[in-house]
């Protein structure tokens, strides 16, 4: 049995009084469905009520159906509450699991709605949105879809009101007005000092054109001229009406003529005036979202295109140049990843202010979703003026956001394309603002590009490459090589790192200083590193005992929720014990949010696997990062072993030297290739190398083999 509000009966009662049920489709209602669908990217948006057995839709997006049975329906449950009802995945609420809408060929796993409040604790139906698939709803999204229910709610109040219109009409209370065919009014109604401010007399003789707003007066002329000239018998027209205090309402004016009872000819028309302002301004409120990002106010995505496409038009036909720019920022997922969804938001909202600050007036800037900005800059004196449009726009971006408590910056890549090109479209030229973006971004961030002919072709090549590193994970075209290292007391080999190759079928070995950066990139890096990872273990598993293997982890997949699971599935899968894992990371990994990142080096730590500090010294704040986290290596970056006869670089080896052994790490100097460069680096005191001189790395099948060759003493 479905639940049933305490006050049933009297939420029945007042539904009825609406008339609402059973009526022919609105394009209101529809424009609210139309924009929750977009908002919220659901395939199902509905506009629905509940009388006693049965729901039925109003108004509907994705579903060709008129209503369903009150037993099955989730609205049931909006119904009880005053707030927006939620239910993320129904496959594991026990309300919804075996609801036929769930288990059915709809299928539905997610629903939101937004019950449709007339007055406290009457809710006569509700706004909901559904999904086939399963889905987390924020805060921010329930108010959203709260406010979108609040226009539904005043256009059922105009339902009150048409039924208190209904009365109100049967007793003269509506406007009323006689007019001469010339419109010279000849009688008015009392209720026009209600409406209008005027009492009846004070408009007995005048003409409504000298009453209606100078941007309706046309439209008004024309319908007067129909009726004066007969070409219509009933009409109803919409037009601002100015009031006696100099305000202006907007009337709903039903026109009909009169005829001579004895010739048939039209000799006056009567009209009767009704305020629709309230419709009107939901109206326009539903326009303006149809057509602007409801987070930012910035216009859309739809409306963007239309304003691209006008100004494209319009420069083709007048001959001057103007930009398309395309905008992303930089590190907004980790930002919104790391303060939450709310700071999130609260970050785009303000980028849209600063955005809206640096462009001139007839200029647009758009939000088109997520982190993706894009502007038109109408008519340029130079091309070139747009980039230091597009040097603001870094600049403004660039200054620090506070958000609750907590200063942050993000910055932006920007792409140009100047217009008009080539007979190209809008769409053309959109895309080569996207590839002069992509372009500002494979330059390091925080730049801008414009568009250059062939730019295209590189980036078909990139994407086919991108192709092939997916087909060559989902296939295990990837291998791993392995490249000892040796410790300088011992002289016995003391592990191996870990390194991805890949192979290609037609273009022969991708270097990882191309592969690497675009598995980053595109995410493909989470995959690539499990698979490392585990298969990095497997092999490790058959070494003696006391060898450990390095596996190298990006700031990608610290970004990425699990790493600590897919780090103790590798070792439970291969058997490996924690203690022979070591992971390196850089510092880049530290620098996207070091407390969260910490935490886990802390909890894998905990596990028994070592941490290792990749690549020392290259960045800038290595030392803080000591200070906060005990790693139990630290890897001296080849750059200074090559440079280890210069006075200066050896200082800075002995000083992190001295630094590591305070803290109780080992280290390792990298890309030892000579042996002057090895007596240098075990002289200052590395406990251990790696490098060409040793061994460059080596295929699975060849590690034991070097193994035996190097060191006998390794016990099996």
């Avoid at 990837?478 to 290292?485: G, S, T, V």
Wanted: aromatic residues 8%; proline residues 4%; negative net charge.
């Amino acid at each position: 049995m479905f639940p049933i509000a305490p006050n049933e009966a009297e939420r029945l009662s007042a539904l009825r009084s609406l008339k609402v049920l059973d009526t022919p489709a609105e394009s209101h209602f529809d424009a609210v469905c139309r924009a929750a669908q977009a908002l919220f990217s659901v395939p199902v948006v509905l506009v629905s009520f509940m009388d006693e057995n049965r729901q039925w839709f109003k108004a509907k997006c994705g579903l060709n159906v008129d209503g369903t049975a009150r037993d099955v329906a989730f609205c049931n449950y909006a119904l009880l509450s005053d707030s927006v009802f939620v239910v993320e995945d129904a496959t594991i609420d026990e309300r919804f699991a075996n609801n036929p809408l769930v288990t059915g060929g709809m299928g539905i796993r997610f629903y939101a709605g937004a019950p449709l409040t007339l007055s406290p604790g009457i809710r006569v139906g509700t706004l909901c949105i559904i999904d086939m698939v399963p889905r987390a709803f924020s805060e921010e999204q329930a108010r959203q879809l709260q406010d979108l229910a609040e226009i539904v709610i005043a256009h059922l109040r105009l339902y009150e009101e048409k039924q208190r219109y209904k009365l109100l009409a049967d007793n003269t209370t509506d406007v009323i007005i006689w007019c001469r065919l010339d419109t010279t009014r000849l009688y008015v109604s009392p209720s026009a000092k209600l409406l209008f401010g005027y009492d009846p007399e004070d408009l007995i003789g005048t003409r409504p054109l000298d009453f209606v707003h100078p941007d309706d007066s046309e439209g008004y002329r024309r319908i007067l001229d129909d009726l004066q000239n007969e070409r219509v018998e009933h009409v109803v027209s919409q037009q601002r009406y100015r009031r006696k205090d100099g305000s202006w309402v907007w009337i709903e004016a039903s026109f009909s003529l009169i005829r001579d009872a004895n010739t048939a000819h039209a000799t006056s028309y009567v009209a009767a005036l009704r305020d629709v302002t309230q419709r009107k301004d939901a109206e326009s409120k539903i326009a303006h979202m149809a057509l602007h990002d409801a987070l930012t106010g910035l216009p859309n995505r739809t409306l963007f295109w239309d304003r691209l496409n006008q100004t494209l038009a319009s420069g083709e036909r007048h001959g001057y140049s103007f930009a398309v720019i395309a905008c992303d920022l930089d590190r907004f997922k980790s930002i919104n990843d790391t303060l939450g969804h709310p700071a999130g938001d609260t970050l785009l909202k303000t980028v849209a202010e600063r955005l809206k600050g640096v462009i001139r007036e007839g200029d647009t800037v758009a939000r088109l979703g997520g982190d993706e900005f894009a502007f038109v800059l109408g008519r340029l004196d130079q091309p070139q003026d747009a980039s230091l449009v597009a040097q603001r726009i870094i600049d403004a971006v660039g200054e620090p956001i506070h958000i609750d408590g907590h200063q942050t910056t993000v910055g932006v890549s920007v792409g140009i394309a100047i217009g008009p090109a080539d007979d190209l479209g809008a769409d053309d030229l959109f895309k080569n603002a996207d590839i002069a973006l992509y372009r500002a971004k494979e330059a390091g961030r925080n730049r801008y590009s414009f568009y250059e002919t062939g730019m295209d072709a590189q980036i078909t090549e990139r994407n086919l490459l991108e192709l092939d590193m997916r087909e060559a994970i989902r296939l295990g075209g990837f291998i791993l090589h392995y490249q000892p290292a040796m410790n300088f007391v011992s002289g016995e080999v003391s592990g191996f790192e870990a390194l991805l190759r890949w192979q290609h079928p037609t273009r022969g070995a991708i270097s990882p200083a191309e592969f690497i950066p675009m598995a980053e990139e595109t995410g493909l890096i989470v995959a690539l590193g499990e698979w490392a990872l585990r298969e990095a273990c497997r092999e490790a598993a058959s070494w003696p005992k006391n060898l450990r293997i390095a596996v190298n982890v990006s700031a990608v997949q610290f970004q990425k929720p699990g790493l600590e699971q897919v780090v103790l599935s590798a070792l439970m899968a291969t058997g490996l014990a924690p203690s022979r894992l070591e992971l390196e990371i850089t510092e880049s990994v530290l620098m996207e949010d070091a407390n969260a990142v910490i935490g886990c080096l802390q909890r894998l730590t905990a596990l028994g696997v070592r941490i290792a500090l990749d690549d020392f010294g290259t960045g800038y704040s290595s030392l803080s990062y000591l200070r906060r986290f005990p790693f139990d290596k630290i890897k001296i970056d080849r750059s200074f072993v090559r440079e280890i006869d210069d006075p200066n670089a050896a200082a800075i080896v002995r000083a992190v030297v001295g630094l590591a052994t305070h803290l109780g790490a080992d280290i390792t100097a990298e890309g030892i290739e000579t042996e002057d460069q090895f007596k240098r680096v075990r002289q200052i005191g590395c406990t251990e190398f790696q490098g060409f001189l040793l061994s460059r790395p080596l295929p699975a099948q060849d590690t034991l083999r070097f193994i035996r060759a190097k060191s006998t003493r390794i016990a099996a």
